[in-house]
């Protein structure tokens, strides 16, 4: 079955970066578009970026932009997120999803991806 495993999160001081990584497995990964949402306790989940499934267009959350990107490298299965200027804001469990088939719709929505990871966190202090 098609499992995303996240990696890569911590606590780390604003300003600083850190590096997310989804390994995923159980598909042929170059064929799907993927995408990063994170959630803080009480909120719901929040699209933070998107990507194409041959990564030629890439979709940003404005709170983000300009401070992160997403990538994807089909020969190792892993999709990143490369995180720049934290901020205490960007605070929360991060997951990285992908939908069962072709992108229908927004890939600013949650409901468009089936397959989901189990989250890692990312805390970042002032």
């Known amino acids: 079955q098609v499992q995303l495993v996240e990696s890569g999160g911590g606590s780390v001081q604003a300003g600083a970066s850190l590096r997310l990584s989804c390994l995923v497995s159980g598909r042929i990964f170059s064929n799907y578009a993927m995408g990063w949402f994170r959630q803080t306790p009480g909120k719901e989940r929040e699209f933070v970026a998107a990507i194409s499934w041959r990564g030629e267009f890439t979709f940003y959350a404005d709170s983000v932009k300009g401070r992160f990107t997403i990538s994807k490298d089909n020969a190792k299965n892993t999709l990143y997120l490369q995180m720049n200027s934290l901020k205490p804001e960007d605070t929360a469990v991060y997951y990285c999803?992908?939908?069962?088939?072709?992108?229908?719709?927004?890939?600013?929505?949650?409901?468009?991806?089936?397959?989901w990871g189990q989250g890692t966190q990312v805390t970042v202090s002032s």
């Open positions: 999803a992908t939908p069962s088939g072709a992108m229908r719709g927004s890939y600013y929505q949650s409901q468009r991806y089936d397959y």
